[in-house]
T-cell receptor, first 114, second 115 residues
Framework: DVKVTQSSRYLVKRTGEKVFLECVQD?????MFWYRQDPGLGLRLIYF???????EKGDIPEGYSVSREKKERFSLILESASTNQTSMYLC?????????????FGPGTRLTVL | AQSVTQLDSHVSVSEGTPVLLRCNYS??????LFWYVQHPNKGLQLLLK??????LVKGINGFEAEFKKSETSFHLTKPSAHMSDAAEYFC?????????????FGTGTRLKVLA
C-alpha cells in the first residue's frame, strides 16, 4: 500500500513565523501536490512537483513556496505565516504523468496561525 | 477548462436507505472522474474512478457511480447506507489540458446517516 505521511497532524504558529510542512511518500511516485482545504471551498491546489527540483504553481501559490530536494519528500513553506493561512493542508502523490492516475493523500496537517 | 459541481452540500439519509450524491462535470477532453471520501480529521481515500472503460464503476464499501456523457454526470450511489458512511465526499475531474494535467475538486457533500 502507498503511504503518504505528513510531519504534523496539528500545528499552532504565530503570525510572522516561518512554517515548514513536510510530506513523505514511500512508493517512488513522480508527482507530489500540496492542497489547502477550507469549508465550502473543497481542495485548492497550492503547488505541485513533477520531478525532483521541479515545481509548478497551482491556483493559490501566493504566500507559499515549496522544496523538493529528494523524490520522496515535498515541503511546503509559509515564509511569514498570516492568520488567513489557518487551514487544513493536504499532501498527495501520484505514480506517473497521466490524468488517469489516482492521487494518494496524507492524513493532513491542521494549521492554526494566531 | 474543466470544472465540477457537486449539487448538494449536505445530504441526510436514514440507515438502510439508498444514498445518492450528485456530481456534474465540464471537460473539453475525455475526462477521468474520481470520488473520494474523507472521514473526520483524516485524509482523502479513493472510492472509485472512471477512466474511459466501463461506464458503471464499482468501488469500495458498496459504492458505485455511472458515467453519463450525455448528461455530463457522475453520480455516486449506494443501495443501503451504513452509519460508517457518514463522511464528506468529493467528486474530482481530471483531463489533459494545455499539455499538463490537474485535478479539479468539487466543494464536497457532507453525508449524514441517521439511526
Amino acid at each position: 500500500d502507498v503511504k503518504v505521511t505528513q510531519s504534523s497532524r496539528y500545528l499552532v504558529k504565530r503570525t510572522g513565523e516561518k512554517v515548514f510542512l513536510e510530506c513523505v511518500q514511500d512508493m517512488d511516485h513522480e508527482n507530489m501536490f500540496w492542497y489547502r482545504q477550507d469549508p465550502g471551498l473543497g481542495l485548492r491546489l497550492i503547488y505541485f512537483s513533477y520531478d525532483v527540483k521541479m515545481k509548478e504553481k497551482g491556483d493559490i501559490p501566493e504566500g507559499y513556496s515549496v522544496s523538493r530536494e529528494k523524490k520522496e519528500r515535498f515541503s511546503l513553506i509559509l515564509e511569514s505565516a498570516s492568520t488567513n493561512q489557518t487551514s487544513m493542508y493536504l499532501c498527495a502523490s501520484t505514480w506517473g504523468g497521466t490524468y488517469t492516475d489516482t492521487q494518494y493523500f496524507g492524513p493532513g496537517t491542521r494549521l492554526t496561525v494566531l | 477548462a474543466q470544472s465540477v459541481t457537486q449539487l448538494d452540500s449536505h445530504v441526510s439519509v436514514s440507515e438502510g436507505t439508498p444514498v445518492l450524491l450528485r456530481c456534474n462535470y465540464s471537460s473539453s477532453y475525455s475526462p477521468s472522474l474520481f470520488w473520494y471520501v474523507q472521514h473526520p480529521n483524516k485524509g482523502l481515500q479513493l472510492l472509485l474512478k472512471y477512466t474511459s472503460a466501463a461506464t458503471l464503476v464499482k468501488g469500495i464499501n458498496g459504492f458505485e457511480a455511472e458515467f453519463k456523457k450525455s448528461e455530463t454526470s457522475f453520480h455516486l450511489t449506494k443501495p443501503s447506507a451504513h452509519m460508517s458512511d457518514a463522511a464528506e465526499y468529493f467528486c474530482v475531474v481530471s483531463d489533459r489540458t494545455s499539455g499538463t494535467y490537474k485535478y479539479i475538486f468539487g466543494t464536497g457533500t457532507r453525508l449524514k446517516v441517521l439511526a
